[in-house]
C-alpha cells in the first residue's frame, strides 16, 4: 500500500498572475499545434536524437513559438528540446514551465493523429498548471487558475478567441464507484512484460478493456473518465507527464511514483521519471 499522498500547497503565484499564465500558456499550445499541422500535412523528414528517439522540424519549430510566448513571463522554461540547463541553476528555480512541444513524436510519423503539445507551469516540483492541446482533432484540455478543475473544448473554427475558450470549455471529471470492466490505459508505442503483469494482476479478480492511446491523451482518457487506470512501466521524462499530471491532480486523480508511492516531482537533477501510476484513489 502507498504511504499518503502529500501535495503541497500552492500559494506563491497570485489568481491574477495564474489567469494570465493560463491564457499565456493555451495562446502558445493553439499556435503550435498550427504550425506541427503545416509539417503534419507535408512530406518531412526524420532525424534521430542522441537517445534514438525521432525529431522532426515540427518539434523544433514548435518549440520556437512556445517559447516565444512563455518568455512573456518571468518564468525560466525546461523543455525537451532545449533541456540542457544544469541542475546547478535549475535547482534555484521556485517555479518553472515545463514544456513538451511535440508529445507522441513516433504517433505523428506514423499520422495517426494521437500526439499532443504539452506546457505545464511547475512550481516547488509540483505541476500546478496544464495545457493539452491534440492538433488533429483541435482538442484542447487545461486547468483553471485554482488547479481545482479542468476543462476540455473541441474547437471547431480555425480561430477560437481565448475569451471564448474560457467561457465555453466544458468541466471533466474522472470515473467514481465500481467499474465493470475496468479500464485500463495502453499505450500504441510502450506495451512491455511490466505493464501486461500489472494488466493481469487485476484480470485476476476483474473484467478489464484495455484502451489504447498515445501520448498524453493517456493522462486525460483518467481525467475525464473515459479510462480508471494508465500504469507505466517504461521510461518517460518530466515533459511527457507533467501538463497531464496537472490536468489529473486538479480533478482529483493521482499521479504515482512507483518507487516512493508519492506524486511525481519535477525539476528534478535527473529529469527522467520513475515508473508511475494513475488513477482516482
Known sequence: MFPPIIVPLNLQIAPKS????????????????????????????????????PLTVADKNANAIIVSFLEKTPIPIISEENKAIDFSVRKRWKRCWIVDPLDGTKEFIKRNGEFTVNIALVEMGTPILGVIYVPV???????NSENTKSFKIDLDAEVASINYILDNAVEITPSTGAASPIKIVGSRSHLNEATANFISEIENENEVEIVSKGSSLKFCLVAEGKAHIYPRYAPTMEWDTAAGQAICQAVGVHVLDITTGQSLQYNKENLLNNHFLVKKL
Open 18 to 53: 495564474m489567469k494570465e499564465n493560463i491564457r499565456i500558456a493555451i495562446q502558445a499550445a493553439l499556435e503550435a499545434g498550427k504550425e506541427i499541422l503545416k509539417v503534419y500535412e507535408s512530406d518531412f523528414s526524420i532525424e534521430i536524437k542522441d537517445d534514438a528517439s
Open 137 to 143: 482533432t483541435k482538442t484542447l484540455y487545461f486547468t
